[in-house]
């Protein structure tokens, strides 16, 4: 775990240094203190996707839950046709999600991408098949939520913990109201 830890600290000095966040010699001292004098490893510079990778992802987090709500909301395409296109978005992001865990780099934007989309495309399967049934929606969003608990909890993020809590409550609320 410690090894891991410093591998990731390295990881990041290495990117200071080549975004000039820090200056050179800062930089050269720290991955010396880190490294203790060793030569850094391979592994440690190549495992991180490049930048314009990485950011495309993250285009293509937020595009995706634009277009989803776009083509949900404001088109009249068929209902199968629809849930096509929401599939894809849900594929690609968990995909996008996958290929960055095996890089072991983490992006919180398509991880919240990933949960959005999901929760979308479930209550919209839910309208269509159970129109009028509430308190199936009502569980379906209980169980979004022990998700995204279950996941923050499991992966150290507050924000999506946060987030279960939050709705969790809300749901509470507006049941009850």
């Known amino acids: 775990m410690a ?3 410093r591998r990731i600290i390295v990881r990041e000095i290495l990117f ?7 200056p050179d010699h800062y930089c050269d ?3 010396t203190l880190y490294t203790e004098g060793e030569e850094m490893p391979k592994d440690s510079v190549e495992s991180m996707p490049p930048w314009p990778f990485v950011l495309m992802s993250q285009i293509l987090a937020v595009c995706s ?3 989803s709500l776009f083509v949900l909301y404001f088109t009249e395409l068929s209902f199968p046709l629809q849930m096509m296109i929401l599939t894809i978005f849900v594929v690609c992001v968990l995909a996008a999600i996958i290929y960055f865990s095996k890089k072991e780099f983490f992006s919180p934007l398509l991880l919240v991408s990933a949960a959005v989309l ?3 495309f479930t209550v919209e399967i839910q309208q269509f098949f159970l129109e009028s049934d509430r308190y199936t929606l009502y ?3 209980f169980l979004h939520f022990l998700l995204w608990w279950g996941i923050g909890r499991k992966l150290r993020q507050l924000y999506l913990t946060i987030s279960a809590y939050i709705g969790v409550f809300f749901l509470v609320i507006y049941i009850i109201i």
């Open 3 to 5: 090894d891991e830890k």
């Open 16 to 22: 200071w240094k080549e975004h000039r966040m820090l």
């Open 29 to 31: 001292y720290l991955l």
């Open 65 to 67: 839950i634009v277009i």
């Open 118 to 120: 999901l929760l979308i």
């Open 139 to 141: 569980a379906l969003l």
